[in-house]
């Protein structure tokens, strides 16, 4: 799969894995590609920064917890996240009918 197509994306998929609640930036990587059934895999060039952006707009929270005998930092939706994870799901619903919308077409002629 072109990995593109996942451009735009990361940061909705981020929010949508916290949703379930709070994680770390590896369990976050590893949830991609389980959930995707490997279709996406997020490196650490992309997935850290992205943290960081939502962070920085308040979508995010971090903290720092002990697990597996080292500290790791968790990150948890904020109210502004779940606000904004709601909107990026409609966008998305939108979006997505409207390719499916066109490919359909395409793949009836």
Do not use: C, N
Not at 17 to 40: D, M, N, V
Not at 48 to 66: G, I, M, N
Not at 76 to 92: F, M, N, Y
């Amino acid at each position: 799969m072109d990995s593109r197509l996942l451009w735009g994306t990361v940061d909705t998929l981020i929010l949508e894995l916290i949703a379930a609640g709070p994680t770390y930036g590896y369990q976050i990587a590893q949830s991609i590609i389980e959930k995707s059934h490997g279709s996406f895999e997020i490196t650490e060039g992309s997935l850290y920064p992205a943290l960081h952006r939502l962070e920085r707009k308040k979508f995010l929270a971090s903290f720092w917890q002990e697990a597996d005998g080292r500290e790791r930092k968790y990150y948890k939706l904020t109210p502004a996240g779940r606000a904004a994870l709601a909107a990026r799901r409609k966008e998305w619903k939108t979006f997505s009918a409207g390719v499916q919308a066109i490919l359909g077409e395409a793949g009836a002629s």
